[in-house]
């Protein structure tokens, strides 16, 4: 089993910054695709970045790309994101989550793909 904990979420105002953190427990990710999504009020969870496990390749949704940059230490089992810029409409809850394959090719963007997730954690940006 794999326990993810995510952290550094907050409320910003719009053009600011936050670091998003994913902290692994019980067995490592260095194995997995690791990959970040958000959910708003009312919505489907949509899929933000995803990280190679190896950090060789990453892949970002059009709405993020520029803003947002995905990346690990697996040393730290640990994934980040790096967001600047922000918008009243990235707010939303961040999930991490574990690619359910390890060493898998694919830099899948479907939450079906991913069996491990954490419990969220809040970003909410002010316009």
């Known amino acids: 089993q794999v326990q993810l904990v995510e952290s550094g979420g907050g409320l910003v105002q719009a053009g600011g910054s936050l670091r998003l953190s994913c902290a692994a427990s019980?067995?490592?990710?260095?194995?997995?695709?690791m990959g970040w999504f958000r959910q708003a009020p009312g919505q489907e969870r949509e899929f933000v970045a995803v990280i190679r496990w190896n950090g060789g390749g990453t892949r970002y949704a059009d709405p993020v790309k520029g803003r947002f940059t995905i990346s690990r230490d697996n040393a730290k089992n640990t994934v980040y994101l790096e967001m600047n810029s922000l918008k009243p409409e990235d707010t939303a809850v961040y999930y991490c989550?574990?690619?359910?394959?390890?060493?898998?090719?694919?830099?899948?963007?479907?939450?079906?793909?991913?069996?491990?997730w954490g419990q969220g954690t809040q970003v909410t940006v002010s316009s």
């Open positions: 989550a574990a690619h359910r394959t390890p060493f898998s090719v694919v830099l899948a963007t479907a939450a079906y793909e991913y069996d491990y």
């Open positions: 019980g067995r490592t990710i260095s194995t997995r695709n």
